[in-house]
């Protein structure tokens, strides 16, 4: 994992930091990893520990522990496993309910920590459709999905804790092991192409860099509200022509948008559903981020250097 973070990415914070991270999946386990690289301790929790034996080893160096949470069976983590912690980030999404399960069987225990930061990972699906139009963090909320509205009930229920939150809201997320090469490679892609649609993405490890770089920075300066985007909203059929370019493949015929709608699934085609550009200027131009992938293109380009020296056998997946 090449983890080349500057100075301007990820400030030094100035205590220390004991890091607990809620829910090991794709982005719970790689910022765990850039934290656990930078020096920085933590836990992260995983539904079945005893599962994971990759995940102590993606830690690579640094003082980490993995702990068990597991809403719908009863798993949770003991206080004394969490002794320490100063800083909280929760990636898990609402469950089947709709409700948030950190809350729904940590909250006391949250409290009781007395965290100096949480970041809460939401989805820029709370804006809802605008047609094309910019949204930032001062755009009313209008979420039209039924996850979309999940989510934003879990932001008001994080808002009303009385922790020092920041969310931050993300759109459709890609890296390694998550991108459009595994389609194209095995024929799979489907090249869909809707007039004036667009969509907004971030690289997984500008997420990384956007927590750690609002965790270090003093409390009076970091807002509530945090739209984590890269700067080129564009039409999916654009990243999945550069991502054939990078394989040397052939893309697949286009189809309209109009007739292929048919034959998609209901989670891809609520994908469709919206179409919106998201603004992220209050997190480079206010807070001083900068992105390390401004753009698909050097985000894909890393993306299938890093899959390229992954070891034989390890495939890497497609985007979800």
């Given at each position: ?27 719970g ?30 830690l ?8 068990g ?8 983590p003991g ?11 929760s ?9 948030d ?7 006391g ?10 970041g809460?990972l ?28 999940a ?17 931050f ?10 991108n ?68 040397g ?29 998201v ?17 698909y ?24």
């Amino acid at each position: 994992m090449d983890l080349e973070l500057t100075s301007t990415t990820v400030r030094n914070p100035v205590e220390p930091v004991k890091l607990l991270v809620l829910g090991g999946g794709y982005t719970g386990s790689r910022l765990a990893a850039i934290a656990a690289r930078l020096g920085i301790s933590g836990v992260i929790s995983h539904r079945q520990v005893d599962t994971q034996p990759s995940a102590q080893a993606s830690l690579g160096a640094g003082d980490w522990q993995l702990v068990g949470f597991d809403s719908d069976n009863g798993v949770l983590p003991g206080a004394e496993a969490l002794e320490g912690i100063t800083h909280v980030v929760s990636t898990i999404p609402p469950d089947r309910r709709g409700d948030d399960p950190v809350l729904t069987k940590l909250a006391g225990l949250l409290q009781d920590l007395q965290p100096r930061w949480l970041g809460y990972l939401s989805t820029t699906g709370v804006y809802g459709d605008t047609g094309g139009g910019w949204v930032d963090e001062g755009s009313p909320c209008k979420p039209g999905l039924e996850r979309s509205r999940a989510r934003r009930r879990c932001e008001q229920a994080w808002q009303a804790t009385g922790l020092p939150l920041q969310i931050f809201r993300l759109p459709a997320i890609y890296g390694p092991g998550r991108n459009p090469f595994g389609d194209l490679r095995a024929g799979r892609s489907r090249l869909l192409h809707r007039p004036g649609q667009v969509f907004c993405r971030v690289h997984v490890d500008d997420i990384c860099g956007a927590l750690l770089h609002c965790l270090s920075l003093p409390a009076a300066q970091r807002p509530p509200l945090v739209n984590v985007v890269d700067d080129a909203p564009c039409p999916a059929s654009e990243q999945l022509g550069y991502a054939a370019h990078l394989l040397g493949c052939k893309l697949p015929p286009v189809q309209p948008f109009a007739t292929a709608r048919a034959n998609l699934s209901p989670m891809a085609l609520s994908f469709w559903q919206e179409n919106r550009r998201v603004s992220n200027a209050l997190l480079c131009q206010q807070l001083g981020y900068r992105l390390r992938y401004p753009s698909y293109r050097e985000g894909l380009r890393a993306a299938l250097a890093e899959e390229g020296a992954q070891p034989e056998g390890r495939e890497a997946g497609s985007a979800t």
